[in-house]
């Protein structure tokens, strides 16, 4: 496969993941909460697509996307939203809380951004060759504690790419209703350079991101990447309250999965959906089937 091949192929696995699990919920397969990241794609696959084998991800509520990017298993994604024994984290994490490799997330805004610096600091003191990679969202933007945070790293010099995932809605208020000022300037005032993109195409991402980690390596310092970006699907699995009309105008401008496809033959097209389709089923299918996890140690 080309890389734009394989580019397509990570944005559709993880669309019809996030799809599926979303019309699981309706059929009570799932318990709780989830937050898919249909629509922002190409952030995903783009930036972590970069990223060199020990560097460290910190995610966050929407990580199912970065967690199939970085290779994780769609079947143990499955069967950990499901609580199941051979879920990522044993059934015992959910939606929001995995581990695997050198991925994290956290469902706490802003929590991880802290632990992000402090781990970025640690690498660094150990001398090795590891940045980290931390994602959050516009909504982030609101919590003080992110602050202190690019402060150390600033102050520091920490490895660390910052990204933000700017859809333009915090939960079910837009941005403009609750961020004052330049997300930009809010890095640059503690001397963290910071790349701002407004793009659906993974390859420019991919282009930009390869180059501010070389960066975030070379120079051992951090870097800020904004990436204007939109969410097709609800905050969690229900709760959107934008008009239909408006969602169905930012798929047909901006759909990232839709771009790609118009630089690939019809058959590759057609091969990949089908192989996909036939992946998402079986992870579930297989998932289903599997021992509910254990409830010892549980208090």
């Not at 939606?95 to 951004?113: A, D, E, F, R, T």
């Not at 009309?245 to 839709?258: H, M, N």
């Amino acid at each position: 496969m080309t890389l734009e091949e394989e580019y397509y192929r990570d944005m559709l696995r993880i669309r019809r993941f996030e799809e599926t699990v979303l019309e699981e919920f309706k059929r009570g397969v799932f318990s709780g909460t989830t937050h898919t990241s249909i629509g922002q794609e190409a952030d995903a696959v783009g930036v972590i697509r970069q990223l060199l084998p020990d560097d460290i991800i910190l995610t966050n509520h929407r990580c199912h996307g970065h967690f199939l990017a970085y290779g994780g298993d769609m079947r143990a994604l499955c069967a950990e939203l499901m609580g199941r024994q051979t879920g990522v984290c044993g059934g015992r994490g959910g939606s929001q809380h995995i581990h695997y490799k050198n991925l994290y997330s956290n469902g706490v805004q802003g929590g991880i951004v802290p632990i992000a610096v402090g781990m970025a600091l640690a690498e660094k003191q150990k001398k090795s060759d590891a940045a980290v990679t931390v994602f959050i969202g516009d909504g982030t933007l609101g919590e003080g504690v992110i602050y202190e945070a690019f402060n150390m790293a600033g102050l520091w010099s920490a490895p660390l790419l910052i990204v933000v995932e700017n859809n333009h809605i915090a939960q079910t208020t837009p941005t403009d209703f609750a961020l004052a000022g330049d997300v930009r300037m809010r890095f640059q005032a503690f001397g963290i350079p910071a790349l701002e993109l407004d793009t659906s195409d993974v390859m420019e991402i991919a282009g930009n991101s390869f180059q501010l980690m070389r960066e975030v390596h070379e120079d051992y310092s951090p870097r800020a990447l904004i990436l204007n970006t939109q969410r097709f699907g609800p905050h969690s699995k229900g709760d959107d309250t934008r008009p239909e009309d408006v969602v169905a105008l930012l798929k047909e401008q901006r759909d990232p999965i839709t771009l790609m496809e118009k630089r690939l033959s019809a058959d590759f097209v057609d091969s990949i959906r089908a192989a996909v389709e036939q992946e998402v089923k079986m992870a579930f299918e297989t998932a289903m089937g599997d021992p509910i996890a254990s409830m010892e140690g549980r208090s």
